[in-house]
């Protein structure tokens, strides 16, 4: 349900099963079975009313960026790549004007399905770790391409492209067009789902560079 090239380090699956085996059996069997680029981590029994999907109360996405004159053959595929100079804490202003409830129209991917352009943001945090950027966003729901095209005006504003009060007259146009262009989907990471009705499952994991935010 996501675009190629975009990674997860957590994800909820759910499925129905007449055998019984052990947490370590249902782990080892599947991974048995399953790609090297894909492995599950943890396994819990669940009440029939659990869905995966529908259960789900919030998403947090991390976002990477190497921003270095020099593209870096290490992190190929693994973050997107910005040679100019990023300023994170211009990119953080401009992230306020996203939080909260909005039409994220001007974020949506034209082929985009939902019924509603509505959504709830509830946290957008950005940080530096060296040559790396990083975006974290979490809310209760994502559009097509949302996650990649606020990143990409994000980056119209962190290189100085854009002011930091544009995101906000970008939010209010509800139009694609008034936006910057999709952001590459290699930095792009699904970290945790909520699940507050079920305490019980993980609902959050490491990005792929560790506990940063």
Known sequence: RTDTGVHATHQVVSFTSV????????IRGVNAILPESVAVRW???VDEKFHARFSARSRTYEYWIW??????????GAAGWVFRPLDEALMQRGATALIGEHDFTSFRASECQAKTPVRTISELEIVRRGALVGVR???????????????????YVGTGRERPEWIAEVLAAKS????????????????GVGYPEHPHLPQLSSGPFGKVF
């Not at 921003?67 to 190929?76: A, G, I, K, Q, T």
């Not at 694609?176 to 970290?191: I, K, M, N, Q």
């Open 137 to 155: 966003i979490t809310a209760n729901a994502f559009l097509q391409h949302m996650v990649r095209n606020i990143v990409g005006a994000l980056i």
């Open 19 to 26: 055998a019984r085996r052990p947490s370590a059996g249902w």
């Open 67 to 76: 921003n270095d004159p020099v593209r870096s053959p290490l992190f190929e």
């Open 43 to 45: 396994m819990r029994e």
């Open 176 to 191: 694609r067009d008034a936006a910057a262009p999709t952001f590459s989907p290699a930095g792009l990471y699904l970290t």
